[in-house]
């Protein structure tokens, strides 16, 4: 059976995101931060590992993109979930309800909810956390925002479902693993898609030339993102999606050009892309929902 590792308890958003990729027949590994994922897959322990690296309302997790950088790993897949907060109980009575304790963030997609409802809201360290220590902890008038699976994990009921501020909540994973995705297992109709990392000389037009060659053969650019470099202050990497495989002609044409130009050169990997979101949209639209 494979196994996954993946940051937080067990029932986080990123086992639920496991869950939705896999299947019911894969071996979950919670780690307590994003580096021991890496660890676990380069170490062995684990044969993949599933990392958040964006989401629709708070943007790109730098941390994630950072570790891509600095361990050598491959992209192996993509998965889109739909982040569904849940309002969580011991007892499924919301009349008595006064603290919610969730993560940080969790915490602030339901904002105007938790407001309107008059709860006091307490940071946790964890979604998943937060359900775990409330089941082995009950108290009156204390809830928890986790997932579904967060509940059916630690036999908490749900209040409602669908409490975050705004419906079209999706983040991004990566599947990590070691050496290149093999495109034979890839289900038939997958769309390829790579990502890589590069930097150019601080020079006028150096992004435009390195980068021009994707635009004559008419490959999409679907993210292209800045990072700073490390111990090198005000010079930069940049982090680029695009629709096809490295191995194709045409990308290939493309990569060779941008590897005469740039300073830097390092293909995260070619992976089948995820399947679309379920108002058939594509990333790029559900971000522009949010304006």
Same mark, same amino acid.
């Given at each position: 059976?494979?196994?996954?590792?993946?940051q937080g308890e067990h029932g986080a958003y990123s086992e639920e995101a496991v869950r939705q990729h896999f299947g019911p027949?894969?071996?979950?590994?919670?780690?307590?931060?994003?580096?021991?994922?890496?660890?676990?897959?380069?170490?062995?322990?684990?044969?993949?590992?599933?990392?958040?690296?964006?989401?629709?309302?708070?943007?790109?997790?730098?941390?994630?993109?950072?570790?891509?950088?600095?361990?050598?790993?491959?992209?192996?897949?993509?998965?889109?979930?739909?982040?569904?907060?849940?309002?969580?109980?011991?007892?499924?009575?919301?009349?008595?309800?006064?603290?919610?304790?969730?993560?940080?963030?969790?915490?602030?997609?339901?904002?105007?909810?938790?407001?309107?409802? =008059?709860?006091?809201? +307490?940071?946790?360290?964890?979604? #998943?956390?937060?359900? $775990?220590? *409330?089941?082995?902890? &009950?108290?009156?008038?204390?809830?928890?925002?986790?997932?579904?699976?967060?509940?059916?994990?630690?036999?908490?009921?749900?209040?409602?479902?669908?409490?975050?501020?705004?419906?079209?909540?999706?983040?991004?994973?990566?599947?990590?693993?070691?050496?290149?995705?093999?495109?034979?297992?890839?289900?038939?109709?997958?769309?390829?898609?790579?990502?890589?990392?590069?930097?150019?000389?601080?020079?006028?037009?150096?992004?435009?030339?390195?980068?021009?060659?994707?635009?004559?053969?008419?490959?999409?650019?679907?993210?292209?993102?800045?990072?700073?470099?490390?111990?090198?202050?005000?010079?930069?990497?940049?982090?680029?999606?695009?629709?096809?495989?490295?191995?194709?002609?045409?990308? =290939?044409?493309?990569? +060779?050009?941008?590897?005469?130009? #740039?300073?830097?050169? $390092?293909? *995260?990997?070619?992976? &089948?892309?995820?399947?679309?979101?379920?108002?058939?949209?594509?990333?790029?639209?559900?971000?522009?929902?949010?304006?």
């Amino acid at each position: 059976m494979t196994i996954v590792a993946f940051q937080g308890e067990h029932g986080a958003y990123s086992e639920e995101a496991v869950r939705q990729h896999f299947g019911p027949a894969v071996d979950t590994m919670p780690c307590h931060a994003f580096e021991h994922i890496f660890e676990a897959v380069e170490h062995g322990k684990a044969d993949l590992g599933a990392v958040p690296v964006e989401n629709s309302t708070a943007g790109s997790i730098n941390k994630a993109f950072d570790l891509l950088l600095e361990h050598d790993l491959r992209v192996h897949g993509e998965i889109l979930l739909r982040v569904r907060h849940c309002l969580l109980t011991i007892s499924g009575n919301a009349a008595k309800i006064k603290e919610v304790r969730s993560h940080p963030q969790a915490l602030a997609q339901c904002e105007t909810y938790l407001n309107r409802q =008059g709860y006091t809201a +307490v940071t946790w360290y964890d979604t #998943a956390g937060s359900a $775990k220590d *409330l089941a082995a902890k &009950p108290e009156e008038g204390v809830a928890c925002i986790a997932s579904r699976l967060s509940a059916e994990t630690y036999g908490l009921e749900i209040v409602e479902t669908g409490i975050e501020d705004i419906q079209h909540n999706y983040t991004r994973f990566f599947v990590v693993g070691k050496g290149e995705a093999e495109r034979a297992s890839w289900p038939p109709s997958a769309l390829s898609k790579t990502s890589l990392v590069f930097a150019v000389p601080n020079t006028p037009g150096s992004l435009y030339g390195a980068l021009e060659e994707f635009a004559r053969r008419k490959i999409n650019l679907t993210k292209i993102e800045s990072r700073p470099r490390r111990n090198r202050p005000w010079q930069y990497v940049f982090y680029v999606d695009f629709d096809g495989h490295w191995q194709d002609k045409e990308a =290939g044409d493309a990569l +060779v050009y941008l590897l005469n130009r #740039a300073a830097f050169v $390092k293909l *995260l990997g070619s992976y &089948p892309a995820a399947p679309p979101m379920e108002n058939g949209s594509t990333q790029a639209q559900a971000q522009l929902l949010q304006i």
